[in-house]
C-alpha cells in the first residue's frame, strides 16, 4: 500500500467505484483477509462527484457537408427554374399597356372572348367592378358573365369538345349561352353546348337545359324518372316537361306540354314511356270526362318552402282559426282585413290572436285584397276530400277561405267550407259542393281557394289535381 498526499489511499487493483468506496473512513476493511463489503448504491452526492471527478466527453454533432458540386439530374431530365404561370390573356394582348386595354374594352374590338380576359386582368390590377364600368361603359353584370363565360369556353377546349362546333359561340349572344352552363360538370357541359349547338337554342332555352340537367340526379324514385337517361341532355329536358305535365288542369295543355316532350326525347325508352302517359290522358268514356271536370275545379295544393316567406317580395296577413272551433270560432274571426295606404298597413275590425302570412300567390292574393279571407288550420289534412293513399301520412295542412263566396249551387263542382264535421258535429270540414247540394245544403261559410302543406327538408311529389276526390 502505498500513500499519497498523506489523506487518501489508493489500491491499484480495485476499479475507482470500490476505490472511492475504501477511501470513506466510515466503511469497515479488513486489512488481513481483503474482504470487501458490497458497496450501496450511489447516491446523488456520488454521481455529482464522479460527473466532477471523470467528465464524459463533448459530443459535437457533425453537420451535413454541402457538397462542392451540384446534384446531378436525372438521365434524361433537364434542370428548369421557375416560370410564372402563362398568361390568360391572347397573345396579340399581353404587350399592350393599361391604356390600350382599356380602349378595347370600351370599343369591344375582336371577339367576346378575346376581350374577355381583359376584365379579370384588370381586377389583378386593382380595379373594381364600378370603375371599370365607368371607364368601359360595361356593367357589372355583363363584367360577370364575360368572365364566366370566358372560363366555359376554355373548359370546352380542353375537354373533347368539337372545334368546329365552338365557333357557334363566337356571335355576341355565345357569352350569355356559356354562361349558363357555369353549375355543370365537365362532361354534361359538353353534352350540354353540343346540345344547344344542334337544336339553336337561346340562352333561355339554354337555362331551362342547364337547369334539367342538373335537376335530373335529384329526382331520382319519382314516376318514370328510371325510363329516362342522364347521359341525354334531350331526356333530362323531356323530363322535365313529363313532370311539369301533370301539374296542368286541363287536359288539352297536358298533352301539349306532353307533344313538347315528345319532340325533346332522344331515347326509346323514354319516348315509350311519354307515349303511354299521352295513350293514358286522350282516354275517352265518362271515367274521362269526369276526371277532367273535376281537374277544371280542384283547388291547388302547394308545399311551402323554409325561408319562401321571408324571400317573397309581397305577402298577404290573414287571420287564422283551427278546425277545431268550429262555426263559432270562425264567426269570431275579423270578418274584413286588408292593407290599406301607400304603406300598406293592415287593419281590421277587431282584434284577433292568431295570424299568418302566406306569400302573395295568385288565389291568396285577390283573397286578401278583397279582404274576405280567412285560413282555417287542420290537424290532419287526410280529413280533406281527396285520395287518402296518395296522402301518406298524418300531416297538418292550411285552408285559405274565400267568405264572399258562400252560394253552392253557383259552384257545384267546388270544394266548401261547412260546419258539422268531426265526431260531435262541432268541427268544420271540407265537401264538395255536388255532396252539399244532394244534403239540401245551398250555403256554406266560405269557398276553398288553395291548400298550404308544411315545408319539409327533403322533396316530394306534389298531389296532382286528378287526386282529388
Not at 185 to 209: C, G, I, K, P
Not at 258 to 285: C, N, P, Y
Request: net charge negative.
Amino acid at each position: 500500500m502505498v500513500l499519497h498526499n498523506h489523506k487518501r489511499p489508493i489500491y491499484p487493483s480495485l476499479p475507482p467505484m470500490a476505490t472511492a468506496f475504501l477511501s470513506s473512513p466510515k466503511l469497515p476493511y479488513d486489512r488481513f483477509s481483503g474482504a470487501l463489503p458490497v458497496p450501496p448504491v450511489p447516491s446523488t452526492h456520488y454521481r455529482w462527484r464522479r460527473r466532477c471527478l471523470h467528465p464524459s466527453p463533448i459530443k459535437v454533432a457533425s453537420q451535413p457537408r454541402i457538397p462542392s458540386t451540384p446534384l446531378a439530374a436525372p438521365p434524361g431530365e433537364f434542370y428548369q427554374p421557375f416560370r410564372p404561370p402563362p398568361s390568360p390573356l391572347p397573345a396579340k394582348y399581353r404587350s399592350l399597356g393599361l391604356a390600350e386595354r382599356l380602349d378595347i374594352l370600351r370599343g369591344r374590338l375582336g371577339l367576346w372572348h378575346e376581350y374577355g380576359p381583359l376584365i379579370s386582368s384588370l381586377s389583378r390590377d386593382g380595379f373594381t367592378p364600378p370603375t371599370i364600368e365607368e371607364i368601359t361603359g360595361i356593367s357589372g353584370v355583363e363584367q360577370n358573365s364575360l368572365s364566366v363565360a370566358v372560363q366555359v369556353r376554355d373548359s370546352l377546349l380542353f375537354s373533347s369538345f368539337d372545334p368546329d362546333l365552338l365557333a357557334f359561340f363566337d356571335a355576341a349572344s355565345g357569352a350569355d349561352l356559356l354562361y349558363e352552363l357555369r353549375f355543370l360538370n365537365a362532361s354534361q357541359r359538353t353534352a350540354a353546348a353540343r346540345h344547344v349547338v344542334e337544336h339553336q337554342f337561346d340562352a333561355n332555352e339554354a337555362q331551362e337545359l342547364a337547369r334539367a340537367i342538373k335537376d335530373f340526379p335529384r329526382r331520382r324514385g319519382d314516376d318514370g324518372w328510371e325510363c329516362f337517361s342522364a347521359d341525354s341532355p334531350g331526356d333530362c329536358l323531356a323530363y322535365t316537361d313529363f313532370r311539369l305535365s301533370r301539374e296542368w288542369l286541363a287536359e288539352a295543355d297536358r298533352l301539349a306540354v306532353l307533344e313538347k316532350a315528345m319532340e325533346e326525347v332522344e331515347t326509346e325508352e323514354a319516348r315509350r314511356r311519354i307515349k303511354e302517359e299521352m295513350d293514358e290522358g286522350r282516354k275517352g268514356g265518362k271515367e274521362g270526362e269526369e276526371m277532367e271536370k273535376a281537374a277544371r275545379v280542384s283547388v291547388p295544393v302547394v308545399r311551402l318552402r323554409y325561408g319562401e316567406v321571408a324571400e317573397a317580395t309581397s305577402v298577404v296577413l290573414l287571420p287564422a282559426c283551427r278546425s277545431t272551433d268550429g262555426e263559432e270560432g270562425m264567426g269570431a274571426a275579423p270578418a274584413w282585413c286588408k292593407g290599406e295606404g301607400e304603406m300598406g298597413v293592415v287593419t281590421a275590425d277587431k282584434e284577433w290572436r292568431r295570424w299568418v302570412v302566406l306569400p302573395a300567390w295568385g288565389p291568396v292574393a285577390a283573397v286578401g285584397k278583397r279582404g274576405a279571407g280567412v285560413v282555417v288550420e287542420f290537424g290532419d289534412g287526410r280529413l280533406l276530400p281527396w285520395r287518402r293513399e296518395r296522402w301518406g301520412k298524418d300531416e297538418a295542412v292550411l285552408v285559405v277561405v274565400d267568405r264572399m263566396r258562400v252560394n253552392v249551387g253557383r259552384e257545384e263542382e267546388g270544394y266548401f267550407l261547412v260546419g258539422g264535421g268531426g265526431e260531435e258535429g262541432k268541427e268544420l270540414a271540407v265537401e264538395r259542393g255536388r255532396k252539399l247540394l244532394e244534403m239540401g245544403k245551398t250555403q256554406a261559410i266560405g269557398a276553398l281557394v288553395l291548400v298550404v302543406r308544411p315545408p319539409k327538408e327533403e322533396e316530394d311529389n306534389q298531389l296532382a289535381d286528378e287526386d282529388w276526390d
